[in-house]
């Protein structure tokens, strides 16, 4: 037998993890920097990695309290009602979730190209169908209404990232809320702010409270540094938040994730740590790498290098660990991770060398 026809789906490429490059090149990781995945250079918070051993001696009872306080704490701080939060495994599961409680077979969904690849993966597992919006290199990838509207042909669900991975770039508020006004009744604009901590500027959960036609993707993978233990949210409007109940995966989320999740919500150390050596790191890249780049809102800078595998396979040779983007589209370009500063000088000292020879 056979599993159903999957050759219209796609396989996710994630960054490489340190472990499997330190052995293929017998290298001690150690001495690997990585900075291909967007992960919090500082580790997890501490006061979650306290969260998660603490949480290891009740980790044979269902997450029932921890998964109810998390979603009030998280309600709290976005001044929503707490049906309007929806847990999932990583961000990822919530799209997951959206898509569930969306789509019917065959209806289509409009995703940016380049861009993240879940969005399209997570459609068709819901038997959705993929249509894409076109960021223009020549226009420096802009972020605009017209970016999207002018793919637009009715889709059920619109996904906007911002800040946008991978060229770091942003939508302001105006015009989020000119897609949402723009696109049909029954479209939902899903706003991804995994990276949203990075940026200055308002949160689209703003636009939450008087609207149906829009939700907001939130992460506990980045700022948190929390991407192994996978827990990321949604905020979702309050006339169709009830959805939930009836598309979630019981208990979306694990006993450990929801003790570190509210760990992690309360150690604004780290977080602030995190977001000022990001914002460190990309004007350090700008201003010293000698290829050039994009503005970034996240925590990653995108680099136009030539041939990005060419040149990310030599660097990580030397290791340096970045993101090659030819799977997003992108063969020229590199994605760089904010590492910690010493990381960073040594990345961009290293690719400048790669560079030159
Ligand atoms: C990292 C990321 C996510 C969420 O990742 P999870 O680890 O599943 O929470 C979502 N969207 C974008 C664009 C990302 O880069």
Redesign the pocket.
Known sequence: MEPRDLSAHTVYQAGRGIEEVARDLGLDPDDLVKLAS?ENPFGPSPAAVEAIREAAATASSYPKASHADLTEKLADEWGVSPGQIWLGN????VLDYLARAMLEPGDTVLVPEPG?A?YGMSARFHHGEVERYHLSKADDFALTAETVLSDYDDERVVYL?SPH?PTGGRFDLEAVETVADETGEDTLVVV?E??GEFAEGPSAVELVDSRDDVAV?R????VYGL?GV???YGVVPETWADAYARVNTPFAASEVACRAGLAALDDDDHAEKTVETAAWAREYVYERLDAPTWESHANFVLAEVGDAAGVADVLQRRGVIVRDCTSFGLPECVRITCGTKDETRRAVSELNEVLSS
């Open positions: 967007n990583g961000g990822d599961g993240f879940y990232t991975n991804d995994a990276y993707l992460t506990f993978s980045k991407a996978r827990l990321g």
